[in-house]
């Protein structure tokens, strides 16, 4: 007769203990998400692999999808759900290239310089825009944050110990990186996309009313160096605040069971798996010292 204990389930990569957990089943992570958008155009060799290998004029809404999906997947799903998601981004990675049109040179998109700018966009994204919509995260939380947001660098290429691990380290990195940043043709590219995106006949009022609400509010939240590269102004940082916090607010008071309801649903699958204790809460990392105590495995 076995005796032992039943396997503890797994709890993936970060684990309901995290700030990651908390923090991405926050519905302004879409907003943040297009910010990462935003900024990430500013790099031109990074953009480039974009613009010259992807549909994402034709199939916009399948990749932010997908986008959607890899991030609930290092973050809600499995050990194993979320090393295999990072093993299809590599393997993708290698085989695409880009060519700078000025010189010729023809570059791979793994190369660690574009993976490190891309991983900073998002992560700088994803913590500015919760931050200042009323994420409650105390400094040492978002430091936290910034280190566990190195497991996703990992999962696409990049060596975690050459990563930012704080949010000091990271505005440094922007500090570095800024003279390399351009609005070129790709950015206004993507700009002009994110502004008005194809949609259907039938969405297209949709479009005017929400998406392009939604885009203005993610732009406006850049840092003031990427307005001036795009060359058009955004209002006073508190007044951004002020939109990003009643924002959030509305989203917020949406129920999670009906937000939840949404494919791709990592979130229920974390909490059928794990047990109610999982679920996402911002109420959580309110004077939770527990939060910082260690690996972020549940």
Do not use: K
Request: glycine share 8%.
């Amino acid at each position: 007769m076995n005796d032992a204990p039943p396997p503890r389930p797994d709890p993936g990569l970060f684990g309901p203990r995290s700030v990651t957990w908390q923090m991405h089943g926050d519905p302004m992570m879409w907003i943040a998400g297009i910010r990462a958008l935003y900024l990430q155009a500013l790099h031109p060799r990074a953009v480039r692999g974009v613009t010259q290998n992807s549909d994402f004029r034709r199939d916009a809404w399948g990749r932010l999808l997908r986008t959607a999906s890899f991030v609930g997947t290092i973050t809600y799903g499995t050990t194993d759900a979320a090393e295999a998601a990072g093993a299809r981004v590599r393997r993708i990675h290698r085989a695409i290239e880009a060519t700078d049109p000025d010189t010729g040179e023809t570059y791979g998109v793994d190369e660690p310089e574009l993976l490190l700018w891309v991983h900073c966009a998002e992560a700088d994204s994803y913590l500015q825009v919760q931050r200042r919509s009323g994420f409650p995260l105390t400094d040492a939380q978002a430091d936290r944050y910034i280190d566990e947001h190195r497991t996703g660098a990992r999962l696409v290429g990049l060596d975690p110990d050459r990563v930012p691990a704080t949010t000091a380290e990271l505005a440094a990195y922007f500090d570095r990186v800024r003279p390399r940043l351009a609005a070129g043709a790709e950015a206004a590219d993507v700009d002009a996309f994110l502004r008005s995106p194809p949609v259907r006949p039938w969405l297209v009022p949709a479009r005017a009313l929400v998406w392009r609400r939604v885009a203005a509010l993610a732009y406006q939240s850049l840092p003031p160096y990427a307005h001036e590269l795009y060359g058009r102004p955004a209002p006073p940082p508190a007044t951004v605040d002020r939109r990003l916090r009643a924002t959030g607010t509305v989203l917020r008071a949406i129920p999670d069971r009906l937000r939840w309801q949404l494919p791709p649903g990592h979130i229920r699958g974390a909490m059928a798996r794990l047990g109610p204790g999982s679920r996402p809460a911002a109420h959580r990392l309110r004077g939770s010292a527990a939060i910082l105590d260690g690996p972020g495995r549940a």
